[in-house]
């Protein structure tokens, strides 16, 4: 488990001082697959670098795992009850059972991938032969172990990331950090990797932190998510929570930008014909959960209300195992039956927003 309380880290930059992380907690379960998402210069990145104190916070607290927990205060870092300053031995065990990967896959380019991969075992008692198992172990997890011998310069953007990762899990952690590790990808490769980390969750029970500005990554391999603006953390909890019900203002905008529903934005704002509704008629949006997906209420209302629905837009996606489905209809009948129908919707679980009355 990793357990993050009131964490803390100021910057000064040209005079300034920049709270690039405010007040933090977060608790992430042990293989779990953790998303953190903001915009550029929400503080994500730092956060997931004091994680490993790579970044030594202000102030603040950190449990990783079994390991004793750690305090920082006035940027020093303490452990146990007693807080004793941190040993250097300590530090380094601390930072070996978490492995991070990173945008651009930093990678050395004079190296071979075997090279690569080796290098964080360099210093670690083990023997060669015991070194070239375990990168030929990890070359294998990662599906490359017919390019030992290549050099980066002749690899793929997905193929580098896969280095990477084998990297990061040369000494058999416990958690890996993902620094936005598919922003630099294709779509193709995004999806590789992507798929590539939920199987090592699966397979190794991986605890996964996954920082990132984009929700279709979140939506693809999270199972909880948190949401960063400022420095802090302005939402969280499961990612089919957070989809079905976003809080806060920056939240549905990052749900809308992976939602085909967000094209009704500008429909209306062209004032699409598709969009257009007569006297009688309402534009809605409707939302369907775990609880109503499944149930014909499209055919019910239009049956019991005497109520036609002509479908606008339509989504329908599986999170966390579980369907979301979303619809932009218009509603046409006498104004009693459609508001007996749309009352009977809300009854059933069905969430529905009004966008425009004829």
């Not at 750690?70 to 300053?85: H, Y």
């Not at 991070?100 to 896959?105: G, Y």
């Not at 049956?303 to 036609?308: D, G, H, K, L």
């Amino acid at each position: 488990m990793i357990e993050i309380r009131n964490l803390n880290k100021t910057f000064s930059l040209k005079g300034r001082s920049v709270d690039a992380v405010r007040g933090v907690s977060l608790t992430v379960q042990d293989g779990d697959i953790y998303g953190v998402i903001g915009y550029s210069g929400a503080g994500k990145s730092t956060l997931v670098r004091c994680i490993n104190l790579l970044e030594t916070p202000d102030s603040g607290l950190l449990r990783i795992g079994d390991s004793e927990e750690i305090t920082v205060e006035n940027g020093k870092i303490l452990t146990g009850r007693e807080k004793t300053p941190i040993k250097e031995k300590q530090l380094n065990a601390m930072r070996r059972s978490i492995g991070m990967i990173f945008q651009h896959f930093n990678l050395l380019d004079r190296s071979t991938v075997f090279e690569n991969v080796a290098y964080p075992l360099k210093y670690t008692g083990l023997s060669k032969k015991e070194i070239r198992d375990r990168v030929m172990e990890m070359l294998q997890l990662v599906d490359l172990t017919d390019k030992q011998d290549a050099y980066p310069s002749q690899l793929s953007g997905g193929q580098k990331q896969r280095v990477a990762i084998a990297r990061a899990l040369a000494n058999h952690p416990k958690i890996l950090l993902s620094d936005e590790a598919t922003s630099a990808l294709d779509p193709d490769a995004t999806e590789s990797i992507l798929g590539l980390l939920r199987s090592l969750n699966e397979k190794l029970g991986l605890t996964i932190i996954a920082i990132t500005h984009e929700m279709a990554v979140i939506k693809s391999i999270c199972r909880h998510v948190a949401v960063m603006e400022d420095g802090r953390v302005v939402e969280e909890g499961s990612v089919y929570d957070v989809f079905a019900h976003p809080r806060q203002d920056i939240t549905r905008h990052f749900v809308a930008s992976a939602s085909a529903l967000n094209r009704v934005d500008k429909l209306l704002k062209e004032d699409s014909p598709l969009v257009r509704v007569q006297p009688g008629e309402l534009l809605v949006k409707l939302l369907f959960s775990r609880d109503s997906v499944g149930d014909s209420v499209i055919s019910e209302i239009s049956r019991e209300y005497q109520v036609s629905i002509n479908i606008v837009l339509a989504s329908v996606e599986v999170l966390e195992g579980a369907p979301l489905g979303g619809m932009i209809a218009v509603v046409k009948g006498s104004e009693e039956h459609i508001a007996q129908a749309l009352q009977w919707m809300e009854a059933h679980y069905v969430e529905v927003e009004v966008l425009r009355r004829g």
